[in-house]
């Protein structure tokens, strides 16, 4: 079992930043990807951003430029940096962890990222 506990998020202005970190705990397996998706009301969840513990990174179209995803692999944490944010990035961004060795996806409970216009 891995326990995911996310932290960081809130209400902004548009243009500002925040940064989200997600803490696993657990049964943690060295090869694994650790990543954040995002789910607005009335829509799917998706993937924002994701990095493996050996360093590559995928990060939707819709944030290149504006978020950063970044680790630190001896705390077994994901971080996201968010800046120049916009209304559309309103929603509930969620934790995930993959162990390579399972394929089996855990999820945090999610941290809500409220952005005003």
């Known amino acids: 079992q891995v326990q995911l506990v996310e932290s960081g998020g809130g209400l902004v202005q548009a243009g500002g930043s925040l940064r989200l970190s997600c803490t696993a705990s657990g049964s943690i397996f060295s090869g694994n990807t650790m990543g954040w998706y995002r789910q607005a009301p009335g829509k799917q969840r998706e993937l924002v951003a994701a990095?493996?513990?050996?360093?590559?990174?995928n990060i939707a179209d819709s944030v290149k430029g504006r978020f950063t995803i970044s680790r630190d692999n001896a705390k077994n944490t994901v971080y996201l940096q968010m800046n120049s944010l916009k209304p559309e990035d309103t929603a509930n961004y969620f934790c995930?962890?993959?162990?390579?060795?399972?394929?089996?996806?855990?999820w945090g409970h999610g941290t809500q990222v409220t952005v005003s216009s």
């Open positions: 990095r493996t513990s050996s360093g590559s990174t």
């Open positions: 995930s962890y993959v162990a390579w060795s399972e394929m089996y996806t855990y």
